[in-house]
């Protein structure tokens, strides 16, 4: 099924342009043209109105050809952003078995196992769970130590915004990856694309790891990969490499100490925090508080269905918070103001998207999520100060399912909770047919 793309007017909505300033406009309209916010209007109807302009100066368009959203007893926000995922289609496999322990049980045996259909459709069940959740942007690593056509597509065909990131161990798959990347530049399109990663660094040779250097900043691609997840790790090497500047991401950064955070800070390095990831394997707790003391950027992540069993943006603001608060015994820790720009405009800068996705504005990318608040874990929704509680509710109480519509680069994804991009059915239905047949040759 093809997705809706013109002209979207989203009404009537509680508006959070930029989470985590403050700002709620009440009864707002946020205008969508193309692929491109074009306006955010107090009250009314931008599409009506002379904002409705866009960036060539064509006037308002007819009624006729708008698609209109009543966002009424609704949050309106930017699309939620997860920094570090994986797309396997298995779930809820191995619970109790430390980090190591399980991905010698599973995550090595199913990899192996994998054909290209069966990334697809993992990945395909993958991207659907998280646009249903209100996540428009994912940093995602594929199964093996290539991006191949059948996880490319898949993203393609659910509508969602990724980067895709290699498990890269050799020069070879290096230039692989390479290739891909100038090849997907010449091809115009920028929705879904590869960039650069490594297999962790403890086990990639020095000049694999300068190659990758050298490639991202030829071709301004990120580079991202796992980094003291269960143990501290060395720095020194990624240092060594080149590889310690702006551009890099690292995922789970759960062993640091101050000298590496003031390292990363220093380095524009960014973090993917994944804190439900992190306690499922009884890894330890990140120390975000000291990573953004330090300012150092960070966004949240999901990590995969088969290491957290759900992928939910809300669920890894509200356990950061929690966690944040309960090791400083700090109410004070993480607010929920915060929570929530990690969740939007901190992954955004994680990605090096800042400005393009993560808010909502004039010229920005047009991904954007209607929150239902209609319902008795939402009530009562309070707007007005001093106890205005949108933000506090949408961090502490929402799920994921509570997204009603998506909106990805313009198109409408998720309209009514019904897809308009994949059948759900369908892809729910060959991911556990697939699953079943790895399991079985296990």
């Known amino acids: 099924m093809e997705p809706s793309r013109g002209t ?88 109790g078995l430390g980090m190591m322990a399980w991905h010698d049980r599973f995550v090595h045996q199913f990899s192996a196992a994998m054909t290209a259909e069966d990334a697809y459709w993992g990945a395909a069940n993958t991207f659907l769970e998280m646009l249903r959740n209100g996540i428009t942007t994912v940093q995602v690593m594929t199964s093996i ?80 990969t796992h980094f003291a997840e269960f143990a501290p790790g060395d720095l020194g090497r990624i240092e060594d ?70 992928c939910d943006i809300f669920e890894e603001a509200r356990l950061a918070a929690f966690l944040a608060r309960a090791t400083a015994r700090d109410p004070l820790a993480l607010s929920a103001d915060e929570a929530l720009r990690l969740a939007t405009g901190g992954g955004a800068r994680t990605l090096g998207l800042d400005g393009q996705i993560g808010q909502l504005r004039p010229g920005a990318r047009a991904d954007v999520i209607v929150v239902d608040l209609r319902s008795p874990s939402a009530a009562p929704v309070l707007t007005a100060e001093p106890h205005r509680n949108v933000v506090p509710v949408l961090v502490f109480s929402a799920v994921g399912k509570d997204v009603r519509d998506v909106i990805v680069d313009g198109q409408v994804v998720l309209r009514d909770r019904r897809f308009a991009t994949m059948e759900e059915e369908g892809v729910v239905a060959e991911c556990e047919r697939r699953s079943r047949r790895i399991l079985a040759t296990m």
């Not at 193309?34 to 409705?52: L, S």
């Not at 895709?164 to 990347?181: C, N």
Request: include cysteine.
């Open 8 to 95: 979207i007017v989203i009404e009537n909505g509680l508006v959070i342009p930029n989470p985590g300033d403050g700002e709620l406009l009440e009864g707002a309209a946020v205008l969508v043209r193309g692929d491109r916010i074009v306006a955010v209007g107090d009250r009314g109807d931008p599409a009506g109105g002379p904002d409705a302009a866009g960036p060539d100066g064509a006037g308002p368009v007819g009624a006729a050809s708008v698609t209109r959203v009543d966002a009424a007893g609704c949050a309106v926000l930017p699309g939620l952003v997860s920094c570090h995922a994986h797309c396997r289609p298995f779930r809820g496999l191995g619970d």
């Open 145 to 224: 130590s290539v991006v191949e056509d059948s996880e490319v597509a898949a993203a393609v065909d659910s509508g969602i915004r990724a980067r895709l990131i290699p498990h890269v161990a050799t020069a070879g798959e290096v230039e692989a990856t390479i290739a891909r990347i100038e090849a997907e530049a010449a091809g115009g399109a920028d929705r879904v694309r590869t960039w650069l990663g490594l297999e962790v660094p403890e086990i990639v040779d020095q000049p694999t790891m300068r190659l990758v250097a050298e490639a991202s900043q030829r071709l301004g691609a990120g580079v991202h």
């Open 241 to 310: 490499a080149g590889l310690l500047r702006k551009g890099l991401s690292l995922a789970h950064c759960v062993h640091l100490s101050d000298a590496d955070i003031a390292a990363l800070a220093r380095g524009g390095v960014s973090v993917s925090h994944n804190p439900r990831s992190n306690s499922r394997y009884g890894n330890g707790v990140a120390p975000l508080r000291r990573m953004l003391d330090a300012g150092v950027v960070v966004g949240l992540g999901t990590d995969g269905p088969d290491s957290t069993f759900s």
